[in-house]
């Protein structure tokens, strides 16, 4: 076979059937596409010239004679070391060195050279574009043709409003990222039309917003005409106080969507129809400034599900993307090339680790949805959990987002944290100021949503005073309708245990995120059946179950934590409203301390709020504000000098640092659990497929990284093309009742590791 196409031109791909993708096409379909992403945020001129030179490389005569011989997928992947393999070096040279883009040309090399293996460092990168070899290879590809791309007049001034500022060099990070997510999403759609074209063929941008508007106004409508009937006929599952509010929230929802574009808050009690209301909202605002599609980012996936199963039956399935897998590869293959998520849906409903992974990440299977972020309402359901040492970088790119990008930003939660500038410190060093100067909520206080969706009292303990698990389990023996919400797993374990004995039975429930989901979701319909039957239900667990999980008791036990995960709790007491009386929160000190960090320092700051005063209301959004502020107080806000890493450029190393899971709980581990096994067997046969990937979900826990790493040497867990797994014949330390028993594994010690 030829190094050129039949007609004596550069190929940029061939496939194993002989087709060829001439390279002059390429370049072209992936500069006007790259161009037409980058025009919303005013950088299109940018973009093109970027997917221009994006594979000048492959102009080389190395690069044309290594693709007749590895045709397919493979011969696309760049390989460290193997020049004949580096296509993207010669464009980011081209760039960095070009008159017309002065110090701009870097940043266009940047997203070129990374274009396959990720952003760099800017050391890494001058480092690589000063090698002689690279030299060399960026003369062949001149002398192998690519004269043809650069005759092309680069943008003569800058359009992108950030970089006109007199700080501009603190927002190059986020335009380079920007620029880079339009070449990696071009060019990975023109290489799929290629490779895939029946793949291509069946993208689709799905349906208008002002379509999807009109849907969940008629809904709505729907839902307020049943509940008007069941109350007329006596049927109502829900007070009619309740909707009245939620109504209220609806038109509150609907007015605010005209205020200007910027950052809001949406406070709504559990019970309060938060999901549909920051829907409402966003639709309305979408609408009135022109903005494209909307972003809901939830940290837990039982609520993505839920949430996005909800969005389904009102929108349809075209309209909504459900985005987030715990099992996606890290390095770039010949499958991720091909099939990436892009975000290219009016409704995304992602997780905030993706969405976060996406803004910090430098790989560009994680990158190349950021271009779609632009022009975009993000709702970030329950804020609070966003971690107080990544909370300066988190708020100061939010900032700029709704700032360059004509981003809207809603912060949707019952226990709303401080982000206003004025609660929050400045960052120690530098002296920046972090947070929102103005957030403006969305649901006024005259609404008095709380005050009048009241459905439970907290019974505070001694919060000096540590009550013995022993006593605690007694009394959950004595309650038949009762939650106990603990801090660590092993405590949960312990708990369930101590109860089994004061009963003599062991028909107490648990639930731990050491229980895959698939057998999270057996305790759920266990639960639910029992409830049905009207037979006792006592349920110990760990925080797991505080959001997202639609459990309702009549009393809930939780240990002393910080103030938002007590209202967290609060919200699975009485949650529909059907007891007599309020249900009870009972707070007590437990024997165990909390996980180090900031599950510790929150239960700090609790006490001292206590110390201080009369016990929170936790039905009011007024005492959160008070213990974020302290709580945002004691905390390092850039504790991994990120802001720094970004203002310097080092794309690689704020990847590596940005970590939205502090606990070390951040390792994927399927379990061969009822169908996990017929799956891996599946796994095992084949390559593996998103299909796969997204079913085995189901089937995984997160453990220690260093922890599954020792597994892995004593061959307790097996990798299987990638997915880690553990070995059927270890299924000893998986609990039908408790999940994952570590200490059961036998060989590596588990001990020193807060379960």
Same mark, same amino acid.
């Given at each position: 076979?030829?190094?050129?196409?039949?007609?004596?031109?550069?190929?940029?791909?061939?496939?194993?059937?002989?087709?060829?993708?001439?390279?002059?096409?390429?370049?072209?379909?992936?500069?006007?596409?790259?161009?037409?992403?980058?025009?919303?945020?005013?950088?299109?001129?940018?973009?093109?010239?970027?997917?221009?030179?994006?594979?000048?490389?492959?102009?080389?005569?190395?690069?044309?004679?290594?693709?007749?011989?590895?045709?397919?997928?493979?011969?696309?992947?760049?390989?460290?070391?193997?020049?004949?393999?580096?296509?993207?070096?010669?464009?980011?040279?081209?760039?960095?060195?070009?008159?017309?883009?002065?110090?701009?040309?870097?940043?266009?090399?940047?997203?070129?050279?990374?274009?396959?293996?990720?952003?760099?460092?800017?050391?890494?990168?001058?480092?690589?574009?000063?090698?002689?070899?690279?030299?060399?290879?960026?003369?062949?590809?001149?002398?192998?043709?690519?004269?043809?791309?650069?005759?092309?007049?680069?943008?003569?001034?800058?359009?992108?409003?950030?970089?006109?500022?007199?700080?501009?060099?603190?927002?190059?990070?986020?335009?380079?990222?920007?620029?880079?997510?339009?070449?990696?999403?071009?060019?990975?759609?023109?290489?799929?039309?290629?490779?895939?074209?029946?793949?291509?063929?069946?993208?689709?941008?799905?349906?208008?917003?002002?379509?999807?508007?009109?849907?969940?106004?008629?809904?709505?409508?729907?839902?307020?005409?049943?509940?008007?009937?069941?109350?007329?006929?006596?049927?109502?599952?829900?007070?009619?106080?309740?909707?009245?509010?939620?109504?209220?929230?609806?038109?509150?929802?609907?007015?605010?969507?005209?205020?200007?574009?910027?950052?809001?808050?949406?406070?709504?009690?559990?019970?309060?129809?938060?999901?549909?209301?920051?829907?409402?909202?966003?639709?309305?605002?979408?609408?009135?400034?022109?903005?494209?599609?909307?972003?809901?980012?939830?940290?837990?996936?039982?609520?993505?599900?839920?949430?996005?199963?909800?969005?389904?039956?009102?929108?349809?399935?075209?309209?909504?993307?459900?985005?987030?897998?715990?099992?996606?590869?890290?390095?770039?293959?010949?499958?991720?090339?091909?099939?990436?998520?892009?975000?290219?849906?009016?409704?995304?409903?992602?997780?905030?680790?993706?969405?976060?992974?996406?803004? =910090?990440?430098?790989?560009?299977?994680?990158?190349?949805?950021?271009?779609?972020?632009?022009?975009?309402?993000?709702?970030?359901?329950?804020?609070?959990?966003?971690?107080?040492?990544?909370?300066?970088?988190?708020?100061?790119?939010?900032?700029?987002?709704?700032?360059?990008?004509?981003?809207?930003?809603?912060?949707?939660?019952?226990?709303?944290?401080?982000?206003?500038?004025?609660?929050?410190?400045?960052?120690?060093?530098?002296?920046?100021?972090?947070?929102?100067?103005?957030?403006?909520?969305?649901?006024?206080?005259?609404?008095?949503? =709380?005050?009048?969706?009241?459905?439970?009292?907290?019974?505070?303990?001694?919060?000096?005073?540590?009550?013995?698990?022993?006593?605690?389990?007694?009394?959950?023996?004595?309650?038949?309708?009762?939650?106990?919400?603990?801090?660590?797993?092993?405590?949960?374990?312990?708990?369930?245990?101590?109860?089994?004995?004061?009963?003599?039975?062991?028909?107490?429930?648990?639930?731990?995120?050491?229980?895959?989901?698939?057998?999270?979701?057996?305790?759920?319909?266990?639960?639910?059946?029992?409830?049905?039957?009207?037979?006792?239900?006592?349920?110990?667990?760990?925080?797991?179950?505080?959001?997202?999980?639609?459990?309702?008791?009549?009393?809930?036990?939780?240990?002393?934590?910080?103030?938002?995960?007590?209202?967290?709790?609060?919200?699975?007491?009485?949650?529909?409203?059907?007891?007599?009386?309020?249900?009870?929160?009972?707070?007590?000190?437990?024997?165990?301390?909390?996980?180090?960090?900031?599950?510790?320092?929150?239960?700090?700051?609790?006490?001292?709020?206590?110390?201080?005063?009369?016990?929170?209301?936790?039905?009011?959004?007024?005492?959160?504000?008070?213990?974020?502020?302290?709580?945002?107080?004691?905390?390092?806000?850039?504790?991994?000098?990120?802001?720094?890493?970004?203002?310097?450029?080092?794309?690689?190393?704020?990847?590596?640092?940005?970590?939205?899971?502090?606990?070390?709980?951040?390792?994927?581990?399927?379990?061969?659990?009822?169908?996990?096994?017929?799956?891996?067997?599946?796994?095992?046969?084949?390559?593996?497929?998103?299909?796969?990937?997204?079913?085995?979900?189901?089937?995984?826990?997160?453990?220690?990284?260093?922890?599954?790493?020792?597994?892995?040497?004593?061959?307790?867990?097996?990798?299987?093309?990638?997915?880690?797994?553990?070995?059927?014949?270890?299924?000893?330390?998986?609990?039908?009742?408790?999940?994952?028993?570590?200490?059961?594994?036998?060989?590596?010690?588990?001990?020193?590791?807060?379960?």
């Amino acid at each position: 076979m030829s190094s050129h196409s039949l007609s004596g031109r550069p190929l940029a791909h061939l496939d194993e059937s002989g087709n060829e993708h001439l390279l002059i096409d390429h370049l072209r379909e992936v500069a006007a596409l790259a161009e037409e992403f980058a025009e919303p945020f005013g950088s299109g001129r940018w973009a093109y010239v970027t997917g221009l030179w994006h594979d000048l490389g492959k102009y080389a005569a190395g690069f044309q004679r290594m693709l007749a011989t590895a045709n397919g997928y493979a011969a696309h992947i760049e390989s460290d070391g193997v020049d004949e393999r580096d296509h993207s070096t010669a464009g980011a040279i081209h760039a960095a060195h070009h008159a017309k883009l002065g110090g701009l040309g870097k940043q266009i090399a940047f997203a070129v050279a990374g274009h396959h293996a990720g952003l760099s460092d800017k050391s890494d990168l001058d480092e690589r574009l000063q090698r002689p070899n690279k030299q060399q290879l960026y003369e062949c590809a001149l002398r192998g043709g690519g004269a043809d791309v650069l005759s092309v007049t680069p943008p003569e001034t800058l359009t992108p409003a950030g970089l006109k500022a007199e700080d501009a060099k603190r927002f190059l990070d986020l335009w380079t990222r920007m620029i880079f997510s339009a070449l990696c999403d071009a060019d990975f759609l023109d290489t799929e039309r290629f490779f895939q074209k029946e793949k291509a063929e069946q993208r689709t941008q799905g349906p208008e917003l002002c379509e999807l508007d009109r849907k969940l106004a008629s809904y709505m409508e729907l839902l307020e005409q049943k509940s008007y009937e069941q109350h007329c006929h006596k049927q109502a599952s829900e007070p009619r106080e309740v909707n009245r509010v939620r109504r209220e929230i609806r038109l509150a929802c609907e007015q605010s969507a005209k205020k200007p574009k910027g950052v809001f808050s949406l406070t709504v009690p559990t019970g309060g129809g938060k999901t549909l209301a920051a829907m409402t909202f966003a639709l309305a605002h979408a609408q009135e400034h022109g903005q494209r599609r909307v972003i809901v980012a939830i940290p837990y996936t039982s609520i993505i599900e839920q949430n996005a199963k909800v969005y389904r039956d009102v929108f349809g399935e075209d309209a909504v993307l459900e985005h987030h897998s715990a099992l996606e590869p890290d390095k770039e293959t010949p499958r991720t090339r091909i099939a990436g998520d892009n975000w290219d849906a009016p409704i995304v409903v992602t997780t905030t680790v993706q969405l976060f992974e996406s803004l =910090f990440g430098n790989r560009p299977s994680v990158c190349r949805k950021l271009h779609r972020m632009v022009g975009s309402v993000i709702i970030l359901d329950e804020a609070q959990t966003l971690p107080p040492a990544l909370l300066a970088p988190i708020l100061d790119m939010l900032d700029q987002l709704v700032r360059f990008y004509s981003v809207s930003v809603v912060f949707s939660t019952a226990t709303q944290p401080a982000f206003l500038q004025s609660r929050l410190p400045k960052l120690a060093g530098n002296g920046r100021q972090i947070g929102f100067a103005n957030i403006e909520e969305i649901v006024p206080s005259d609404v008095r949503a =709380f005050e009048r969706l009241r459905r439970t009292r907290t019974v505070w303990g001694d919060a000096e005073k540590a009550t013995p698990y022993t006593t605690v389990a007694q009394e959950l023996a004595a309650l038949p309708d009762v939650l106990a919400i603990v801090h660590r797993r092993d405590d949960a374990r312990m708990l369930c245990e101590l109860v089994d004995k004061e009963l003599g039975h062991t028909e107490s429930l648990h639930l731990s995120a050491l229980m895959c989901p698939q057998h999270r979701s057996l305790v759920l319909s266990q639960i639910k059946e029992r409830k049905s039957l009207g037979q006792p239900v006592r349920l110990i667990a760990t925080q797991l179950v505080e959001a997202g999980v639609d459990l309702d008791f009549a009393v809930v036990y939780r240990t002393l934590a910080g103030l938002d995960s007590l209202a967290q709790a609060a919200g699975r007491c009485n949650r529909e409203g059907k007891l007599p009386t309020l249900g009870e929160l009972r707070v007590f000190r437990a024997e165990t301390q909390p996980p180090p960090g900031v599950p510790r320092q929150a239960m700090a700051v609790t006490i001292e709020l206590l110390r201080s005063g009369s016990p929170p209301d936790l039905q009011q959004a007024e005492p959160f504000q008070s213990y974020f502020s302290r709580l945002y107080s004691v905390n390092n806000l850039d504790a991994k000098e990120i802001l720094s890493d970004r203002d310097a450029l080092r794309f690689k190393t704020v990847a590596q640092k940005f970590q939205l899971i502090e606990d070390g709980f951040s390792a994927p581990l399927v379990i061969p659990f009822a169908n996990g096994h017929h799956l891996l067997h599946e796994l095992r046969k084949t390559q593996p497929s998103r299909r796969i990937l997204r079913q085995l979900q189901r089937y995984t826990i997160n453990v220690p990284t260093s922890l599954r790493d020792v597994w892995l040497k004593q061959q307790i867990v097996e990798d299987i093309h990638g997915v880690i797994a553990l070995r059927g014949e270890y299924m000893k330390a998986y609990d039908d009742r408790f999940g994952l028993v570590p200490a059961r594994m036998g060989i590596a010690d588990a001990a020193s590791y807060c379960f």
